[in-house]
């Protein structure tokens, strides 16, 4: 049925397909049809917790969708679907019969003349941006410009990401700042952004960490920390709320990453006996981002004036038997702006328009 926009998988549908399902029609909600009957709707959300409780990513989605579903009968009238739909901030709406026949789905931007769904909770965190880097991989343009000030679309890296971030009401901004920091401050201070920004400087590079000693007393919640190559396309409410349910100190957040391998792999015994062969499988990685939640106390665990990263901070927690979390999210989630092919990407699928 062309009402479905591609949004329809049948149950057996595994938790990775969706996944990319999910990634290549840029929705983060499908609805699950059997015999042209509705059976279900799935979010990256629902993904999300399974995977967070160690279901395999072959699972049937139909193990892990959720019962109290908001759905529409056919005598709902439209007022009462568009307040639900304002309510419950949904994506879609079906219209479904008592015989679960899909009669019509009420999509968000058919509607509403805002195109986005607002945030329902406004966090108000501070974000710390790591902007000090060089750049190296995007040479010759970080000759010129440094990393975050290199253009997506009619902005640059750095208002991309914190318009992201202010969008769930957060407002004040840390940049630790190294190369061409002097060109980032004067560039950041001519834009007209209702938000608070400050300036970590280090006087040389010290690590994805090292600065953020410097933030001691400084931030006294929890906070945000963002590398300033990457964006990372997800509800941060849902992010905070799994921060806060597992109690982590720090909370990773990761991206899978599919690897085909185009040979043919083989299993084989002790013995040298072959046990199996796959034809051309695909690897699964779960991937550091680069964006990160953390309390604010573990910043008396990082080292002042030293080559510091955030990867030792994160071991010397897990030495320690603290809490350290990681939040999955689907591969086309994350954007990344770190090296050139990757760019190109990122500004098509933001902009579509090439560099």
């Known amino acids: 049925m062309d ?19 999910m990634d290549e029609i840029d929705k983060k909600l499908l609805i699950i049809v059997e015999d042209n009957l509705f059976s279900g709707m799935l979010s990256a959300g629902d993904i999300q917790r399974a995977i967070i409780l160690n279901k395999p990513l072959d699972t049937s989605v139909s193990e892990v969708t959720r019962s109290n579903l908001k759905l529409a009968s056919p005598e709902t009238s439209f007022e009462e679907i568009k307040e639900m739909m304002i309510k419950f901030r949904m994506e879609l709406c ?130 945000f920390v963002n590398n300033c190559d990457i964006i ?30 185009p040979y043919g792999t083989l299993e084989f015994s002790e013995g040298g006996e072959l046990i199996d062969i796959k034809e051309k499988p695909n690897m699964n990685f779960w991937i550091n981002t680069g964006m990160y939640l953390l309390e604010p106390n573990v910043l008396d665990d990082i080292p002042q004036n030293e080559f510091y990263h955030i990867t ?20 086309g989630s994350w954007l990344d702006t770190g090296e050139w092919s990757e760019y190109k990407k990122t500004q098509q699928k933001l902009y579509g328009e090439s560099f």
């Open 3 to 21: 009402f479905f926009r591609n949004r329809s998988i049948p149950k057996s549908t595994t938790l990775i397909e969706a996944l990319k399902k």
């Open 94 to 223: 079906p219209v479904v019969s008592e015989d679960n026949e899909i009669i019509k789905i009420h999509f968000w931007e058919d509607i509403f003349e805002k195109k986005k769904i607002d945030s329902i909770v406004k966090l108000d965190l501070p974000v710390i941006i790591m902007a000090g880097g060089f750049g190296t991989r995007l040479k010759p343009l970080t000759n010129v410009l440094p990393k975050p000030l290199i253009p997506l679309g009619d902005k640059t890296m750095l208002e991309e990401i914190i318009s992201r971030f202010s969008f769930y009401g957060c407002n004040d901004y840390y940049l630790s700042v190294n190369y061409k920091a002097d060109l980032i401050k004067f560039y950041m201070d001519s834009l007209d952004i209702d938000v608070n920004i400050n300036y970590i400087k280090e006087d040389a590079p010290s690590g994805t960490a090292g600065s953020l000693s410097l933030l001691k007393g400084v931030v006294d919640r929890t906070f």
């Open 232 to 261: 990372i396309d997800q509800d941060y409410n849902e992010i905070y709320e799994y921060h806060k349910t597992h109690k982590n100190e720090i909370t990773i957040i990761a991206a899978l990453k599919h690897y085909p391998i």
């Open 312 to 331: 030792d901070l994160i071991h010397k927690l897990k030495a320690q038997g603290r809490k350290v979390g990681v939040f999955p999210v689907s591969e």
